[in-house]
C-alpha cells in the first residue's frame, strides 16, 4: 500500500514543484496564479474575497491582501457587490486574462510527462482503494505471498485467449507513457504474439494469485543460460503488495544467467520495481535498447535497456 501511496505523493510534489518554478518564471506568484484561476473558472458569476479565501485556505484578511496586490499589479478588478455593499466581487482584468492564458499555456506546454506520471499514480492509489488492496498493510508490512498464494506457469494454447485480454490491459496502460495507437478492430497489434506458443526459445506465462489471473510474463531464450523479458505485467490491484517480487524470485532461481529487460523509464512505478528488484545483482549495462529489436522503442517506447547477471542458487 505505502509504495502506490509514495509514488503517488511524489508525482503530486514533483508536479507541485515544478508547477510553481513554471508560474514564478512567467512573472506571477503561485497564490496570484492559483487566484486568477479561481476568478477565470467562475466565469461569469464573479467570486467574492470571502469565497477566495475559503476556496484557496486562506485567513479572510490574507485574500484581503493578496487582491489588493493583484490589482495594483494591473491583474484583476475589485468591485461592490450592488447587491451586498459590503461584499467585493473579483473579475479577471485584460492583463491579468492575458498573464493567466500566457503561464497556462506554458505549463501545458511543458508539464506533459509529469501530468501523466501523476495520472498514472492516482489511476493506481484510486484502484487500491477501490479494490481493498492495502489488506493489513496498517497492522504489519506486506509479506511475500506465499506458495499456495502465488503460481507462475507456462501458459498453454488453451490460456492464449486469456493473455491476449491482459496483453491489451497492460498495453493501454503503458500508453499513459508512449503514444499507441489501435487497430480498426479496436485493439492493440503485438507483431510476434503467436511466437510464444511455437518451440522452446519464447515461453509464455501466467501469474495467478490465489487461482486467479494476476497478470503475464513474456520470455525469450536467445540462448542456453541467457533470458530476455519481453514483458511483466501485473493487474493493478495487484500491485505493490510483493507479488511483483515473487514473480520474478521464482523466476531467477528457474533461469539463472544473463538476462536482459527493456521497458519506458517514464513509468515511475516500473522503473522503482526494477531499482528495487535489482539491488544486490551484478548490473552489467543500463542503456538505451540498440535499433532494430524485436520490441523496439518507437512502437512500445521501451527506452532503457538492463543488462544484469543472476547467480545459481546456493
Not at 486568477?36 to 475559503?54: D, F, K
Amino acid at each position: 500500500m505505502y509504495q502506490v501511496l509514495g509514488a503517488f505523493r511524489c508525482a503530486m510534489l514533483k508536479y507541485d514543484h515544478l508547477s510553481a518554478a513554471r508560474i514564478k518564471a512567467s512573472g506571477l506568484t503561485v497564490q496570484q496564479y492559483a487566484l486568477l484561476v479561481l476568478i477565470a473558472g467562475r466565469g461569469a458569476e464573479a467570486p467574492s474575497i470571502g469565497e477566495a479565501a475559503q476556496e484557496l485556505m486562506l485567513s479572510h484578511n490574507s485574500a484581503v491582501e493578496l487582491s489588493q496586490r493583484a490589482q495594483k499589479a494591473g491583474l484583476l478588478v475589485r468591485r461592490n457587490d450592488p447587491q451586498l455593499a459590503r461584499r467585493t466581487l473579483l473579475s479577471l482584468s485584460a492583463e491579468g486574462a492575458a498573464r493567466l492564458d500566457a503561464a497556462t499555456r506554458q505549463l501545458v506546454g511543458e508539464l506533459g510527462q509529469e501530468r501523466l506520471e501523476l495520472q498514472s499514480s492516482l489511476i493506481r492509489w484510486r484502484t487500491l482503494l477501490d479494490s481493498g488492496g492495502f489488506g493489513s498493510a496498517f497492522q504489519r508490512p506486506p509479506a511475500l505471498p506465499t506458495a499456495p498464494q502465488l503460481r507462475v506457469g507456462l501458459a498453454g494454447r488453451d490460456a492464449r485467449p486469456l493473455l491476449w485480454n491482459l496483453l491489451q490491459l497492460h498495453l493501454h496502460g503503458q500508453s499513459l507513457y508512449h503514444p499507441m495507437d489501435v487497430g480498426a478492430d479496436g485493439q492493440y497489434p503485438y507483431p510476434g504474439f503467436e511466437r510464444y506458443w511455437r518451440g522452446k526459445a519464447y515461453q509464455p506465462y501466467l501469474i495467478e494469485v490465489g487461482a486467479r489471473p494476476a497478470g503475464f510474463l513474456l520470455l525469450h531464450h536467445p540462448a542456453p543460460g541467457t533470458t530476455d523479458l519481453h514483458e511483466l505485467s501485473l493487474l493493478p490491484r495487484f500491485q505493490g503488495q510483493g507479488v511483483g517480487r515473487g514473480v520474478m524470485t521464482q523466476l531467477f532461481g528457474l533461469f539463472p544467467g544473463c538476462w536482459s529487460v527493456e521497458y519506458n523509464h517514464r513509468n515511475p512505478g516500473i522503473h522503482a520495481f526494477w531499482k528495487r528488484m535489482l539491488h544486490g545483482l551484478d548490473v552489467e549495462s543500463e542503456r538505451e535498447p540498440a535499433s532494430g529489436v524485436f520490441l523496439s522503442a518507437k512502437q512500445f517506447g521501451k527506452d532503457r535497456r538492463i543488462e544484469f547477471s543472476v547467480p545459481l542458487p546456493l
